[in-house]
């Protein structure tokens, strides 16, 4: 029988495969050159993975206090990713802080820049940045279909990142500083153009389709908790 030490090793690694993004905050590589599925069948699949995870770890003995606690922390992991899915928290995840709008962007700050190899990396993400920023606006419309917009201050920040991403002073075009070579600095710096223009389009439809809808009341509250 397997025990709990094994299953939550290979949670992280099938945590990171599910969401890269997740991976590079973490330090793990392999996933460095992936986007995660961030449309709502992208987080069905999380929600099963996390239900899946959550099964075997429930199956492993807990013959010590070692074990019971490492049981307990794993559980309480997939648990709160499946509640969060359940109460489709996914489908108005916007806010000023930590939601994908902001981790799409703040991926770049946490990758390798060490070697040629490591900005290759880079600008895969950037050429294929409109992956998850699509899969995240058809997450987002699912929400305003079922009315469950984010709140209107969190979409109004929103709104004013997205127009320094978009900016002349974003932060994508720092990337495009790299000494490499020719060939793969144009790469760069066509991707930083592009991941501008994505979100410069994120940041439109948040203006003119999503900001609408969004209430007046702050997201607070022992519901959302």
């Not at 495009?176 to 592009?194: C, I, N």
Request: with cysteine.
């Amino acid at each position: 029988m397997t025990n709990i030490y094994d299953v939550s090793d290979i949670a992280v690694d099938r945590f990171a495969e599910n969401d890269p993004l997740l991976a590079s905050e973490a330090g793990l590589a392999g996933q460095d050159h992936r986007w995660p599925d961030l449309s709502p069948d992208g987080a069905a699949a999380g929600r099963d993975l996390a239900a899946a995870i959550k099964a075997e770890a429930l199956a492993c003995p807990t013959d010590d206090s070692g074990a019971t606690l490492a049981q307990r922390v794993l559980v309480d992991d997939c648990n709160a990713m499946i509640e969060s899915f359940d109460a489709h928290e996914h489908l108005r995840d916007l806010n000023n802080i930590v939601s994908p709008h902001q981790n799409i962007r703040h991926a770049f700050d946490v990758m390798s820049t060490d070697t040629a190899e490591s900005w290759e990396l880079i600008a895969r993400r950037l050429e294929t940045i409109h992956e998850p920023v699509a899969g995240y606006r058809a997450s987002l419309d699912e929400g305003l279909r079922r009315g469950m917009a984010a709140a209107r201050r969190q979409v109004e920040t929103a709104i004013a990142q997205g127009e320094i991403a978009a900016g002349e002073n974003s932060s994508f075009l720092h990337l495009t500083a790299a000494d490499v070579e020719p060939a793969l600095r144009e790469r760069l710096r066509a991707g930083a153009e592009h991941a501008r223009q994505v979100f410069g389009e994120l940041t439109g439809y948040l203006r003119s389709s999503y900001l609408p809808a969004a209430p007046d009341d702050d997201a607070a509250g022992p519901e959302r908790h």
